[in-house]
């Protein structure tokens, strides 16, 4: 594929996001910088398993989003034609214990970059990861570009932050930056913060008898679950524009947390009867009659959206974005990829 960038800069290279752009990217030769917190270790576990730590494409370098100057020396260094804003606090649970933390890195992280590609590559495309948590608990289903940004957590309001930022820049300073308002998108390659990956890595080893038994918090959520690989492709074809805009990208399915930990356990051949209600609620295997699944209270979030589910029509028609991996093979790739780690003895 012939793209309108042959440079590009990554922020938050090292997290999922970062790792299967950066794999897609290099695949079609373009020259990738990606950038990683001064703090994270030097090597990552994720671009190793893509096969792409040592590519002779990929140069790293840490950056610190809260220092305007070092933002700007990356962009100014780099000269990239399309910037990629994956870095940031990704975790909702977390901003509950560090509020201005998140808005600080997300909100402020942002804001410095921005601004440095407007004094230092004002011709990239910026493209943002955004994310659904800015339409805090909605009313309506399933949610757009249009939907009221109404941030419930402070995770939801940094993101707000930062997708308002970028619309000021945007339409002040006239920059090509596009917003990607991401629904959950998950992969083998999720942090085992996430739910997703938590109840993957467990099933897989409850599996392998190295463990008994997993505890989940709200089980009722339910989310628009993707696959991350064809989101970041989406945000590859963003950067190819001309001129910049918001894309709602999910799948435009929801499911629960309850409904992902069934397909996850039934990948390996378990199947969960669930019983009680609340706090009392558990699973168990049908079969062996054990418990695998109990709830702790204390992994409940003070606010959780019930439902958020996307609709990316616009997504769809302008980009030809069209997620196609379902829940249950979602589930399936992740069991086998965390049960492959768990036989090499590796941790991802
Ligand atoms: P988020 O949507 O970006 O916050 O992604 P998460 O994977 O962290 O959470 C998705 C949903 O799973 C939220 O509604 C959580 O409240 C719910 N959930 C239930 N149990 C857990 C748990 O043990 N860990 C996490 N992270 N989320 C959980």
């Known amino acids: 594929m012939n793209r309108r960038y042959t440079r590009a800069l990554i922020t938050g290279v090292g997290g999922q996001d970062g790792a299967w752009l950066a794999a897609q990217l290099l695949s079609e030769g373009i020259q990738v910088t990606g950038t990683h917190r001064p703090s994270s270790p030097a090597g990552n576990w994720r671009l190793d398993e893509l096969g ?3 590519h002779a494409g990929l140069k790293l370098r840490t950056l610190d989003l809260g220092d305007p100057p070092a933002c700007r020396l990356v962009v100014a260094d780099v000269a990239p034609q399309a910037i990629f804003h994956l870095a940031g606090q990704s975790r909702v649970a ?7 933390g998140s808005v600080q890195a997300n909100g402020v992280g942002t804001l410095n970059l921005l601004e440095a590609m407007r004094r230092d590559a004002p011709d990239a495309h910026f493209v943002l990861a955004s994310s659904a948590e800015i339409f805090g608990s909605p009313e309506k289903a399933p949610q757009d570009e249009n939907t009221p940004t109404v941030a419930t957590s402070p995770y939801g309001l940094s993101k707000l932050l930062a997708h308002a930022s970028m619309n000021s820049w945007r339409a002040s300073f006239g920059l090509a930056a596009s917003s990607a308002i ?15 990956r938590k109840i993957t890595r467990a099933v897989a080893r409850i599996s392998m008898g ?18 991350a690989p064809e989101y970041v492709a989406a945000l590859a074809d ?3 524009r001309d001129t910049g805009a918001d894309y709602v990208l999910a799948t435009g399915h929801a499911a629960s947390v309850r409904e992902f930990a069934t397909a996850a356990f039934a990948s390996v051949g378990i199947t969960l009867e669930w019983s009680g209600v609340g706090e009392d609620e558990i699973a168990l295997d049908t079969l062996t009659g054990k418990r695998k699944i109990r709830i702790d209270s204390s992994l409940f979030r003070p606010v959780d959206a019930p439902l958020l589910v996307g609709d990316s029509a616009k997504a769809r028609t302008h980009l030809g974005f069209n997620p196609r991996v379902e829940l249950e093979e979602l589930a399936r790739r992740m069991v086998e ?3 492959e780690r768990e036989r090499r003895g590796k941790t991802g």
């Open 94 to 100: 977390d901003s509950f214990r560090d509020p201005l």
């Open 52 to 54: 792409i730590a040592a």
């Open 337 to 339: 990829a965390d049960l």
């Open 238 to 240: 963003m950067a190819d």
């Open 182 to 196: 991401l629904f959950n998108h998950e992969s083998e390659l999720r942090d085992v913060a996430f739910v997703t």
């Open 210 to 227: 190295l463990e008994q038994e997993l505890s989940l918090g709200n089980l009722d959520a339910r989310r628009d679950f993707g696959y």
